[in-house]
């Protein structure tokens, strides 16, 4: 039979779970552009360079974001080695 403890645990665990997926999904319909790369792109012909530089761009802005999810994660996981304590 599941105790309170354990029950308590895994929705933490999916919850944390849920968290990290919707995290992931907003940076994926993000479509960023700065000002000067829109009108250095603009036209019909620069439609391949102009996806290029949106995904580039996404690209950049997440791994500083993921950097911090993992330094979050690494604290977390110290708080919890020291409660076992």
């Known amino acids: 039979m599941y105790t ?3 029950i308590q645990k ?3 665990n999916f919850q944390n779970l849920i ?3 919707c995290v992931f999904l907003i940076g994926i319909s993000a479509n960023a552009q700065c000002a000067m790369c829109r009108a250095a792109l603009s036209g019909d012909s620069n439609v391949k360079k102009a996806e290029a530089v949106n995904d580039g761009i996404v690209y950049l ?3 500083p974001y993921l950097l911090v999810v ?3 994660y690494l604290i977390y996981r110290m708080y919890q ?3 076992a304590v």
């Open 70 to 72: 993992i330094i979050g």
């Open 81 to 83: 080695k020291k409660k």
């Open 10 to 12: 895994s929705n933490s």
């Open 4 to 6: 309170n403890s354990k």
């Open 19 to 21: 968290i990290l997926i």
């Open 61 to 63: 802005m997440v791994i």
